[in-house]
């Protein structure tokens, strides 16, 4: 690794985190902040545009490597979020909200892994 490296994934991580915090403040005031809404809308949003990417880097772009780091690592990496799915499932389970832990769990996971396969499909439409 070098500094270019560096500098891409710490700008695309700028820029990830940022739309983070844009999405999750939305999707708050939209529908409460009493579940976690806005980390399902990152989380699914950000598989989506993941496999996506992963389909037109397959088959139309080839970037550099700086800038594939950039996208996946940086700007996808702190987009999405695994530790704030994680505080919020142990938040719901000391909350003693165990049907509402059991469905944020699965519509994170179904949603997300969904998400990812329509975002390669979809590319995949678009770049044949």
């Known amino acids: 690794m070098n500094a270019k490296m560096f500098l891409f994934v710490a700008l695309g991580g700028a820029a990830g ?17 009493g579940f976690p809404y806005g980390t399902i809308v990152v989380n699914v949003a950000g598989s989506f545009i993941l496999g996506g990417l992963v389909e037109t880097l397959a088959l139309v772009w080839s970037p550099s490597e700086a800038v594939r780091a950039m996208l996946v690592v940086g700007v996808l990496g702190a987009f999405t979020t695994f530790s704030t799915f ?40 678009v770049w044949s």
């Open 17 to 33: 985190a940022v739309a983070r915090y844009v999405t999750m403040s939305m999707v708050g005031y939209w529908f409460g902040h």
């Open 86 to 125: 994680s505080l919020d499932v142990h938040t719901l389970a000391i909350r003693g909200n165990y049907m509402a832990l059991g469905g944020y769990v699965a519509v994170s996971v179904v949603l997300s892994v969904l998400a990812f396969s329509a975002g390669l499909m979809v590319l995949r439409h």
